[in-house]
């Protein structure tokens, strides 16, 4: 369990639609065409999940690993929880060489830096990505400014919009 530090929490939305989402995970996997061939994936649990289904199938990736990290509690990051590292012959004899780390994007970039210490020389790649992580990723698809929280599909449903003006 995480305990959250208070950090103010970001001011503006960008809410992702199901079809959205899909079609920048398959620009993603465009882009990676480039850099790969890969071995294997690793997605970062649970929000690399669904990008890495996409981009695995578009890549011909087999062998998908999974790191699975905790540190948010809704829009609070606490401690963080390795719940379960990558295994041992995917990370292989070269420091994660030819492999491929998949997540629904960076934020802060502490997720990545504790991952990409796993596999030093892995290519790390993500969807979405904020200012303070950027440096971390080799390849993502859409940057957001640091004050935006990302609404993914899985995290939300169809709700009445108040208009505009505010009227009504
Ligand atoms: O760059 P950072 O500030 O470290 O934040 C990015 C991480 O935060 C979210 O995961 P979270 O820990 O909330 O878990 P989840 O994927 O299970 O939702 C997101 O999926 C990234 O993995
Ligand atoms: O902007 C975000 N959206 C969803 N999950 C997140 N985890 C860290 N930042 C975010
Ligand atoms: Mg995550």
Do not use: N
């Amino acid at each position: 369990m995480t305990s959250p530090t208070h950090q103010p929490l970001p001011p503006k939305a960008f809410p992702v639609s199901w079809d959205q989402f899909h079609r920048d995970a398959r620009a993603l996997a465009w882009r990676l065409h480039e850099a790969g061939p890969f071995r294997a994936m690793v997605c970062i649990t649970r929000g690399g999940l669904v990008a890495a289904a996409i981009v695995a199938r578009e890549l011909e990736i087999r062998l998908v690993e999974t790191v699975c990290i905790s540190s948010y509690e809704h829009q609070q990051q606490g401690d963080f929880d390795v719940l379960k590292r990558v295994a041992k012959d995917v990370v292989g004899t070269d420091e994660g060489q030819g492999v491929l780390i998949v997540d629904d994007l960076v934020d802060t970039g502490k997720t990545a830096k504790l991952v990409r210490e796993m596999l030093p020389k892995a290519h790390f790649a993500t969807v979405y990505a904020k200012p303070m992580g950027r440096p971390l990723v080799d390849t993502f698809i859409t940057e957001v400014s640091q004050d935006t929280w990302i609404f993914f599909p899985w995290d939300t449903g169809l709700a009445f919009q108040p208009p505009i003006s505010g009227a009504g």
